[in-house]
């Protein structure tokens, strides 16, 4: 990826220094009528002279390459970029990466190229840290001739947009929805339809409805075109996801993995659901609000995943992400409420519990995050880990209190047992009833 830019030369710090000293000698050997300070003066305004001969804007060319740029999850990535110069240029570069990277190689993301080869070429390392839609970071490229009083910087954000995907988590059950829409697919139904989706289209044959001809496909092809429909799919699933913030208002390391374990489950709940013939919608609340109605089919498979990685992206940029929400929209209450969230606001347990009250079948995945926390070192940090849990635990009460299925889920359990149990609280709830 390439970005090109026209950046306008500026004066050294140095120039000013250099025409201070040529007046102050000039001054001192006029006043005091000393030749000597005259003849002085001369090399300073010479190479004042020859410092700011040149200063004609310069088109400055930057291309990014990368390994690949849609890495996982604590991938290696190699980056190289590529600029040309002229041969008589020194090149300052610094790189300042975005948080979603990490352990870059080598430490110092600082080049300084000496004058040569017109074509100047770096080479790095970096590791996916956080998975979204991301950029680099912010590059800043200054260069200068070796005695010269004229420098050429600018600072642009690198090209190139990486989508970090969540690594799937292996899960083989699925959670059944409370409303089957046909009899196509794991979830048994007792309606018949013939579904809503596209499929493809194909020349027409006996048997076929008139309402299923392609009138603009047939004036193409001079021949009729049918238009063939998938069966309407089995179940609808919305995926809530918890993006609330931390105690001080921003996403910590700490939020960040737990939004990455979310993010994990959901996509791989998901695409599992997806190829069961469900349809599958999600729903973002907190300091990132979005939201995707119920679809299925590939369609609604790339949609999840760039919407997915647009929360990751921006959470890990740290946006503010309260400008140009979008308006929350109702969940359906056909639709099974699967929510991926640590419970650490109350605004949350507030949306599930509003959630129970109007009716709607839905399941809780707590993720946890106390093996992400740093070691409790003193009596008080172990203290206000306890007090912490205490306040966690009665989030959870309060949700199951209310009947809601809820389980634990960390990083190093299998998501298969996690949905084994979340069926097994379901089955039991309906047979309470």
Do not use: C
Not at 62 to 77: M, N, V
Not at 149 to 162: D, E, H, M, N, Y
Not at 381 to 388: E, G
């Amino acid at each position: 990826m390439t970005l090109v830019r026209t950046v306008s030369a500026s004066r050294d710090p140095r120039a000013i220094a250099y025409v201070s000293v040529a007046i102050a000698l000039a001054v001192t050997g006029l006043v005091l009528g000393k030749p000597i300070a005259v003849v002085a003066m001369l090399p300073f305004a010479v190479a004042l002279l020859r410092g700011l001969s040149d200063r004609a804007p310069i088109d400055l060319t930057l291309t990014a390459a990368a390994s690949t740029f849609a890495p996982l999850e604590g991938d290696r990535i190699t980056v190289t970029f590529r600029f040309t110069r002229r041969p008589d240029q020194l090149a300052d570069v610094h790189l300042v990466l975005a948080n979603a990277w990490g352990s870059p190689e080598p430490h110092t993301l600082t080049w300084v190229v000496p004058p040569g080869a017109a074509d100047v070429e770096l080479t790095f390392t970096v590791v996916a840290r956080t998975w979204g839609r991301v950029g680099l970071g912010e590059v800043t490229i200054d260069l200068s001739r070796p005695g010269g009083l004229v420098r050429w910087q600018t600072s642009i954000t690198a090209p190139g947009v990486f989508r970090i995907l969540p690594p799937p988590e292996r899960v083989r059950e699925l959670l059944p929805p409370p409303i089957s829409h046909s009899s196509i697919g794991q979830h048994a139904s007792r309606l018949v339809g013939d579904g809503f989706d596209f499929a493809e289209l194909r020349p027409y044959s006996n048997g076929d409805r008139l309402r299923d001809i392609n009138w603009r496909a047939s004036a193409r092809f001079d021949t009729p075109q049918v238009n063939r429909r998938h069966p309407e799919r089995n179940g609808d699933v919305v995926l809530l996801l918890d993006t609330f913030a931390d105690a001080t208002g921003q996403h910590s390391e700490t939020m960040q993995a737990v939004l990455g374990r979310a993010g994990r489950a959901a996509w791989s709940i998901a695409q599992l659901h997806l190829n069961s013939q469900d349809r599958v919608g999600l729903a973002a609340r907190g300091r990132v609000v979005r939201h995707l109605p119920v679809k299925g089919g590939d369609r609604a498979r790339y949609t999840l995943l760039e919407t997915l990685l647009g929360i990751g992206g921006q959470v890990a940029g740290d946006a503010d992400a309260s400008r140009e929400q979008p308006r929350r929209q109702t969940i359906p209450k056909t639709s099974l409420v699967i929510a991926l969230t640590p419970l650490t606001d109350a605004r949350m347990v507030t949306e599930l519990l509003a959630l129970r009250g109007s009716d709607h079948r839905l399941v809780v995945v707590v993720i946890e995050l106390f093996d992400l926390l740093p070691p409790a070192e003193t009596a008080a940090d172990q203290m206000a880990r306890r007090i912490y849990a205490a306040q966690l635990q009665l989030q959870r009460d309060r949700i199951t209190g209310q009947g809601i299925p809820l389980t634990l889920w960390s990083g190093d359990s299998s998501l298969t047992q996690v949905v084994g149990s979340l069926r097994h609280m379901q089955r039991a709830r309906l047979v309470r009833r």
